[in-house]
């Protein structure tokens, strides 16, 4: 057991030394009450252990959890029971996956020892060996391919196994010590809205979830906090508890009715995917016409809007936002609800409706969920949104919102420190398997190479940790397993996991993982409202069998490179996260020392400015606080993008447009065919975050996975719930449960994403893994995953 947890009533002792300081203002060190109801569990078992931990995985929730353990093994997970529920101080309690973390520790097919492959790449076949075998072999095939193709070769995919902010990183600060490696931007999650809103608003902000208590109306676009955010870390508890405090009504537009649109809308508005900008642009066209515009604001605070505020190199064009809603832009068409409606298959009367409750709504809060931006057409549809706010004129004040989404108060954030690196090519996040196929095709104009004008050698060598992405959560997997089983391209894979997840299955070099929960941690909110927090976690336990923790393994690595001694600076693995948490502090994070926030575990503070409103002193002041853009207002009409829409090189049906209005998708509703008659969008799953927890048993029961297809095209295809269905697409086939539901509207299916790939002896998915169905061709501004834009037919297996 290690010594940094202790038995229970030496913590209860320890923890009444605390209660003046969690009383006090500032922040609040978080364990007044730790125990409650378990106390009856210490008479059964005196020697019981409390550790504090968190559920590091990427629901941008990061909740606290309480492991207790015996016998070096943790028995039994509560949850977060400090603070007293109020904005500000309330429960970081986590959802029914961080609960059942146990499963996931103490479950017989975790990974044990080292190994190296033995078959062809993505067959699964692997031997066991030394870990002296394993560090020779990364360290010799690294200096090889350093050697022979340089650091550009060098890649570090996107993964999102793991978020605790003291673990990941050590990975790049080994690669900057060794000459560098090929940068990456953007995410899977959200690099289309990340990428558009700065060229709206110079960066992207939203107010805190939690000041949806001071709207009148809330309107969300695609925005499903109640499945993929639900716990006490999570956008889910704010927006219960500010729609219980205040009262708004709210509207949900999704075109699958969401526990979100269950449990917290007063009304859904079934959408076709991929039309949300559309929506908008009929939502604008009423504003426009019936005078519910704010003029002032929009002639104070943006560019573009009309004729008299578009910038001089656009002017006497009819280029403005309110030319093209009103009819008068290049396409010479009104964009009325009659016009919307044919594209939405939302009905005239709901569009005018909408827009005259936005309209005259005050405050109205906008916010859009993930899901809208994350298809082809997915930057579009992330600045139209954004529209409906800066129209009304609820941008920059409380009860408002810029129209991104759900945003919070963070009390800190930092990672492993390091110099930066050398190499100063970038590719987008999803571009990496086209890196490995056809490097040198790959252009700065044509697929938004960064640093160059085109790559000059393969990715040769990737270190993937916790990390699914090389098939499970990529686009195109048939085609990723046909390029990675290649060793000729990608020469060599090192692979860090806790189970043998499809992309283990291509590491020439797979090592078994210490999950979070095994080693000292560092965990921050990322949505949690109007209350920033930081929990500290300890070992719960010892690694079992032969698992190691990252750090532990790279330092071995890093002295076969020669360079361990700059690598560690003389730190273990405790001292670095003091040392993590000490330069937060430094740069000005409102954090207890260290030793008194290593005692309580969880430290919490409430926004000083009682909610987080984006750009309030903008509003306040334009000129004193300009935006980050160029003109340093709301720029509606964008220069930047007009010039990159006019010298970039795009597909025919890739559209960069310097308005922030609807574009049809490459790949959406208009190219259905006979052959892919349905659109099919994925969701972020209860049972799941991404692809973790997957293989949790009792999370699959309470969860299953299932497609949801409408009543009509159920019957016309003879599917009836519980029915084995074949999906398919040119993409590749799946199978999974069918659910006959109206809670999905006509023409459209849809799956929770993120189930594993299980792939059949005719390259069928049997694990109803949605990735297998997404294109390979990224969306044209952030080059970023379109996985929500399928085509797909169904029918019985």
Not at 246 to 271: C, N
Not at 339 to 366: H, N, Y
Not at 456 to 469: L, Q, R, S
């Amino acid at each position: 057991m290690t010594e940094t947890c202790m038995s229970r009533r030496s913590f209860v002792k320890s923890t009444s030394a605390l209660a003046a300081l969690a009383a006090a203002g500032g922040s609040v060190l978080a364990n007044q009450n730790p125990f409650g109801v378990t106390e009856a569990r210490a008479a059964e078992n005196d020697q019981d252990t409390v550790c504090w931990s968190a559920c590091s995985t990427n629901c941008e929730g990061r909740c606290a959890l309480r492991l207790h353990v015996k016998d070096n093994e943790v028995y039994w997970v509560e949850t977060d029971n400090t603070g007293n529920d109020e904005f500000g101080n309330h429960q970081i309690r986590a959802c029914q996956r961080g609960r059942s973390i146990r499963r996931w520790l103490n479950s017989p097919d975790r990974l044990q020892y080292p190994m190296k492959r033995v078959g062809e790449r993505g067959s699964g076949q692997f031997e066991r060996i030394s870990w002296d075998e394993a560090i020779d072999t990364i360290a010799s095939e690294y200096k090889r391919i350093l050697s022979e193709y340089g650091p550009e070769s060098i890649f570090i995919p996107y993964g999102t196994g793991v978020q605790a902010c003291n673990i990941a990183d050590f990975i790049p600060r080994l690669c900057v010590l060794n000459g560098g490696y090929l940068n990456r931007y953007g995410t899977y999650s959200s690099a289309q809205i990340a990428k558009a809103l700065p060229y709206l608003y110079g960066k992207r902000a939203a107010n805190s979830n939690s000041d949806i208590v001071n709207a009148e109306l809330v309107v969300l676009f695609g925005e499903n906090a109640a499945e993929n955010r639900m716990s006490g870390g999570g956008a889910g508890y704010h927006l219960m508890e500010a729609l219980e405090r205040g009262h708004a009504k709210v509207i949900v537009i999704d075109p699958r009715y969401s526990d979100s649109a269950a449990t917290r809308a007063d009304e859904w508005i079934p959408i076709r995917p991929g039309t949300d900008a559309a929506l908008v642009d009929a939502l604008a066209y009423v504003l426009i016409t019936e005078d519910l515009v704010d003029e002032e604001f929009l002639a104070t605070y943006c560019i573009g809007y009309d004729e008299s505020t578009m910038p001089e190199s656009a002017k006497g064009k009819n280029a403005s936002y309110k030319d093209y809603i009103l009819g008068n832009g290049a396409d010479k068409t009104a964009k009325t609800p009659a016009w919307a409606s044919q594209i939405t298959r939302i009905p005239q009367e709901t569009i005018e409706r909408l827009a005259r409750e936005i309209g005259t709504a005050k405050p109205c809060a906008i916010y859009q969920g993930k899901g809208p931006q994350r298809r082809s057409n997915g930057e579009q549809t992330a600045r139209a949104i954004c529209m409906l706010p800066i129209l009304t004129g609820n941008v920059g004040i409380n009860g408002g919102n810029t129209g991104s989404d759900h945003d919070g108060y963070y009390l800190a954030w930092a990672s492993v420190p390091m110099e930066d690196n050398p190499v100063e090519t970038s590719i987008s996040t999803f571009n990496w398997l086209n890196a490995i196929d056809h490097p040198t095709e790959l252009t700065a104009l044509a697929d938004g190479v960064k640093g160059k004008d085109r790559l000059d050698v393969p990715i040769k060598f990737m270190w993937n940790y916790a990390g699914n992405c090389l098939t499970n959560q990529h686009g195109e997997i048939d085609r990723a397993h046909e390029i990675l089983k290649d060793d000729t391209k990608c020469e060599f894979i090192v692979v860090w996991e806790t189970f043998m997840t499809d992309s283990a299955k291509y590491a020439d070099i797979l090592l078994p993982d210490a999950m979070p929960q095994e080693q000292p941690t560092y965990n921050s909110n990322d949505y949690a409202g109007n209350m920033g927090y930081v929990i500290l976690g300890e070992a719960a336990t010892e690694p079992k069998f032969e698992r190691r923790t990252l750090y532990s393994v790279l330092t071995d690595i890093a002295e076969k490179m020669g360079c361990k001694e700059a690598f560690t600076e003389g730190h273990d693995e405790m001292e670095w996260l003091e040392i993590i948490y000490n330069s937060m502090i430094e740069d000005g994070s409102p954090l207890p020392p260290f030793a008194e926030a290593w005692k309580s575990h969880i430290v919490k503070k409430a926004d000083p400015d009682g909610h987080s409103v984006a750009f309030k002193d903008f509003r306040e002041d334009p000129i004193a606080n300009p935006l980050k853009t160029p003109s340093g207002k709301i720029e509606i009409y964008s220069e930047e993008l007009a010039e990159i829409a006019g010298t970039w090189e795009l597909d025919e049906a890739d559209i960069i447009d310097p308005l922030p209005v609807y574009a049809p998708e490459n790949g959406g509703y208009l190219n259905a065919s006979e052959a892919t008659p349905l659109q099919m969008t994925g969701y972020h799953f209860k049972g799941r975050t991404h692809s973790c927890y997957a293989p949790i048993d009792v999370l699959q029961q309470a969860n299953r996975q299932q497609v949801w297809i409408n009543p009509a095209d159920a019957e016309s295809r003879g599917i009836q719930t519980g029915d084995r269905v074949k999906i398919t697409n040119a993409q590749g086939t799946t199978h999974m449960e069918a659910r006959v539901t109206p809670r999905v509207m006509p023409g459209v299916v849809a799956a929770g994403q993120g189930a594993w790939y299980k792939g059949g002896a005719d390259g069928t998915d049997e694990g109803g893994c949605i990735n297998t169905l997404v294109s390979g061709h990224p969306s044209p501004l952030a080059k970023a995953n379109p996985s929500h834009t399928i085509l797909v037919e169904i029918a019985k297996a």
